[in-house]
């Protein structure tokens, strides 16, 4: 299982990025995917997440508006749109990927321990 997380870099305040995450090594569609960020000495925290056959979409209160995940099952690539940016969107995004059967997905997606797989991050830097 790899998953391959892409599309960071610096812009400005009110600029827009695409972030990829491109999966290998399992099959895409039978799993859900997420996407959290970090910065140093905290938490990873949850960005947002898609259920495996995309039906349900979750995000953050923090990006909620802003963000839209989605997905290419034909080219097994997890994307992470994300319009006017703030500086405080300033970390490493990850992205990750569980084949957990949820309960409460709405619950579930947005715990860190939840998720098996995970990308080896991509930085966005948002300036002011």
């Known amino acids: 299982v790899q998953l391959q997380a892409s599309g960071g870099g610096l812009v400005q305040a009110g600029d827009s990025l695409r972030l990829s995450c491109a999966a290998s090594g399992f099959t895409f569609s039978r799993y859900h995917m997420g996407w959290f960020r970090q910065t140093p000495g905290n938490e990873r925290e949850f960005v947002a997440a898609?259920?495996?056959?995309?039906?349900?979409?979750y995000y953050a209160d923090s990006v909620k508006g802003r963000s839209t995940i989605s997905r290419d099952y034909a080219k097994n690539t997890g994307i992470l749109q994300m319009d006017s940016l703030k500086p405080e969107d300033t970390a490493i995004y990850y992205c990750?990927?569980?084949?957990?059967?949820?309960?409460?997905?709405?619950?579930?997606?947005?715990?860190?321990?939840?998720?098996?797989?995970w990308g080896q991050g991509t930085l966005v830097t948002v300036s002011s």
């Open positions: 990750a990927a569980t084949n957990k059967a949820f309960s409460a997905p709405q619950l579930g997606v947005r715990a860190p321990e939840s998720f098996a797989y």
């Open positions: 898609s259920t495996r056959d995309s039906y349900a979409t």
